[in-house]
């Protein structure tokens, strides 16, 4: 969970919609195309390869009078409780659901109606109670989830509604209580009750779904997460500036007496939800977001000042004897962020499940901070990606993991968020979403606002899905010579992810070296490595040997020197380097004084195995296999590796120097293969691209994560 990100997909989203600009956000101009190709998306193909869906008692709602209101899901003290026909749960395990698809950002909300109706019967197949939302969906979502229920009445789909906040300028203004933030985000609240409630109507505005929302889900609302992960700079600097601001006490919430200025300013939020839901007598429980980085617990390990900088409790905001829906703590908590969680010495020495398990230790000492109230973990979960960003405690990272492996993390979590006695557990997310970005990359990947045309291997981000979206269309395959010795010949071939390339010589795992050159202009002189030449103008090479397959690029080219402070790189040019993603940078524990190094991550050593899905053996992170008796050598190569900045419109990056780069936009790239004393060479270039064409699958170990939310809501 590094900080680029978890804002609530908040900076990433803000600064993704600035990019684009407001008309972009409302599906309006996109870069100019020199293709236009209709974006594709195909139907989930294995679904029936999921366990079947949830069986035994219903889960049909039952909702429980409060006066002249009723509420199908309330808490007291600890206990969450959903009302159901077969009595009440007090664990429901979820899953998060974004508000975009290839090819576009969240503010364009370009989900259609068939996207959410295929996508809850694969999540009902999968036995998902709940859904969670961060903002109001296009009116598509209530009226395909009412349909879903209607149809499925004793395994109905509960929602978690989430309201985003539509001005996050604070982050800027340091000022939490200006007018505009406050004021966009009551009416996006009263907004979001009525859309619930089948009783709202929008004009088009960019950034916002519109329409008229007629289905009233709210029978099967189970509660409300209001808000978005807070950036800790500016909340201490505004609780700073508006120390003076006065408590608040609202009809159904108020702020107590230790309530900071932010605190009491959720409270005032919370209090107008509570309103508004009287007013339609549909009550639930209320929380709003809170992460890691802003919890009431201090971490005097904690390496990075700002992960510990302020806290949020929810402790100190409280219902009046007015408000009879609930109350809960939520949190978006991972297993691999902030630092702490490898570094205090309490959470290093907790045990679990009979093992160590800081994860574990983390989320116990929250619920006895909360000792009042239910708790949720509203976001967790570990991407399946070639890329990280972090490593985690217990291999939970994030990022290089295959996809079972990350299905089995996931399933792990959700098992011990139940075990631990909290009130529910929201995986994330439902589907790989192509336009999300993470620190260790988006420096690399310009310009910004074309990113969610194509999905990057390196960006963790992009791959926490159980649903994975994956490029939909191969171009044919460009062969660029033959040779008669060596290396016979090599093909080419591409999609929205990966540069594929299919490499024959005539004796088995003959070493092959492959250079690209993809920079215009004469590079740096430097020897070819294993002695395969002078230089000839490559700025990456790929060599396959009796050590494996490893992507090296020209040192003085090497994209870690974008990274920040911490990240010491050699830009010597004459040299090679194998390609690295930085997973931290040098820090120091404030507890010991101890100097912790930069950590990195070898990307350039890949990884053999079959990636193609679904099969025994699958590896989703394989970047090269041989075939034909080893005489056949198949490659995929990430764009971002080639130094594609992005390949949709054949930019490329050329590193300055320390924290400086710019982009080129390219023609193509000229391709060598050496093996044998032969060479072949020749020029693969590809047509630009402006609509993202994918094909979306169950991921590969999804069945385990199936029967982790069969055992877990089987109550």
């Not at 905001?317 to 309490?346: E, I, K």
């Not at 790189?569 to 004084?593: E, F, H, K, S």
Request: net charge negative; aromatic share 8%; proline share 8%.
């Amino acid at each position: 969970m590094d900080r680029a990100r978890r804002r609530g997909a908040s900076l990433i989203a803000t600064v993704a919609l600035l990019a684009l600009g407001a008309s972009a956000c409302t599906g309006g101009p996109t870069p100019t195309p020199t293709s236009t190709t209709p974006t594709l998306t195909t139907p989930t193909s294995t679904i029936s390869s999921l366990p079947p869906g949830p069986s035994g008692p219903s889960w049909a709602p039952a909702p429980v009078a409060l006066g002249s209101a009723h509420a199908v899901a309330t808490t007291s003290g600890t206990t969450f409780a959903l009302h159901t026909k077969h009595g009440d749960v007090s664990f429901v395990p979820g899953m998060n659901l974004g508000a975009t698809t290839p090819g576009h950002y969240p503010g364009e909300v370009a989900i259609e109606a068939a996207d959410y109706r295929r996508w809850f019967a694969q999540m009902g197949a999968m036995g998902i109670r709940a859904v969670r939302i961060y903002t109001i969906h296009r009116p598509d979502f209530y009226t395909e989830l009412l349909a879903y229920n209607t149809l499925h009445p004793d395994a109905p789909l509960y929602l978690m509604q989430g309201v985003y906040p539509p001005d996050e300028s604070y982050v800027t203004t340091k000022n939490l209580f200006d007018p505009g933030p406050t004021k966009a985000f009551d009416a996006e609240l009263r907004d979001a009750v009525a859309a619930a409630s089948g009783k709202l109507s929008r004009a088009p505005t960019p950034g916002h779904a519109d329409g008229h929302w007629t289905a009233d889900v709210s029978a099967y609302v189970m509660g409300w997460i209001i808000g978005a992960e807070m950036d800790p700079d500016a909340v201490l600097a505004s609780d700073v500036r508006n120390a003076r601001q006065p408590g608040f006490k609202g009809t159904y919430f108020a702020s107590t007496a230790k309530a900071s200025p932010t605190e009491r300013w959720l409270a005032a939020r919370l209090d107008g939800v509570a309103g508004e839901l009287t007013k339609i007598g549909t009550l639930a429980p209320l929380s709003f977001v809170n992460w890691p980085t802003t919890d009431p617990l201090r971490h005097p390990s904690e390496p990075i000042p700002a992960e510990d900088l302020v806290g949020i409790d929810a402790n100190n905001v409280a219902p009046t004897s007015a408000w009879r829906g609930g109350y809960f703590a939520s949190y978006h908590a991972y297993p691999y962020y902030p630092d702490f969680q490898r570094h205090q010495p309490s959470y290093q020495s907790a045990v679990y499940a009979g093992r160590k398990d800081p994860y574990a230790g983390y989320l116990r000492d929250l619920k006895a901070h909360h000792g009042t109230m239910p708790m949720i973990v509203s976001e967790f979960g570990v991407p399946s990606s070639v890329g990280a960003a972090h490593f985690g405690p217990l291999g939970r990272d994030q990022g290089n993991l295959s996809e079972q492996q990350s299905m089995a993390i996931d399933a792990e979590l959700l098992k011990a968020i139940k075990d631990l006695g909290l009130a529910g557990g929201f995986v994330f997310e439902w589907t790989d979403e192509w336009f999300k970005a993470t620190w260790n990359t988006q420096p690399r990947q310009l310009p910004a606002d074309r990113r969610a045309l194509w999905h990057d291997p390196w960006t963790n981000e992009q791959w926490f899905g159980v649903v994975a979206a994956d490029p939909a269309e191969r171009s044919p395959e460009q062969r660029l010579g033959v040779a008669t010795a060596g290396v016979r010949s090599v093909d080419v071939a591409r999609d929205q992810a990966w540069l594929y390339l299919t490499v024959r010589t005539d004796a088995a795992k003959t070493p092959v070296v492959l250079g690209f050159d993809v920079l215009p202009g004469p590079g740096e002189p430097a020897q070819l490595p294993a002695g395969a030449g002078a230089n000839n103008g490559s700025d990456v090479v790929v060599v396959a040997d009796a050590s494996g397959v490893h992507q090296l690029e020209r040192s003085d080219q090497d994209a870690r020197a974008l990274d920040g402070k911490g990240v010491v790189i050699d830009l010597t040019p004459g040299t090679w380097t194998v390609q690295n993603l930085t997973t931290n940078r040098a820090l120091t524990l404030p507890t010991t004084g101890q100097k912790l190094p930069a950590e990195y991550l070898p990307v350039g050593d890949l990884r053999e195995g079959d990636w193609t899905p679904g099969g025994p053996s699958a590896e989703s992170r394989a970047q090269y296999r041989y075939t034909d008796g080893g005489k056949t050598l198949l490659l995929r190569l990430a764009w971002e590796s080639l130094l594609l900045s992005d390949p949709s419109s054949r930019t490329a990056l050329r590193i300055k120097g320390v924290g400086q780069a710019t982009t080129e936009n390219i023609p193509g790239i000229t391709i060598r293969a050496l093996a044998g004393g032969s060479q072949i060479e020749g020029f693969y270039t590809w047509d630009t691209w402006t609509r993202a064409l994918y094909a979306e699958r169950i991921k590969d170990g999804a069945n385990l994560l199936a029967k982790a939310f069969r055992d877990t809501g089987s109550g």
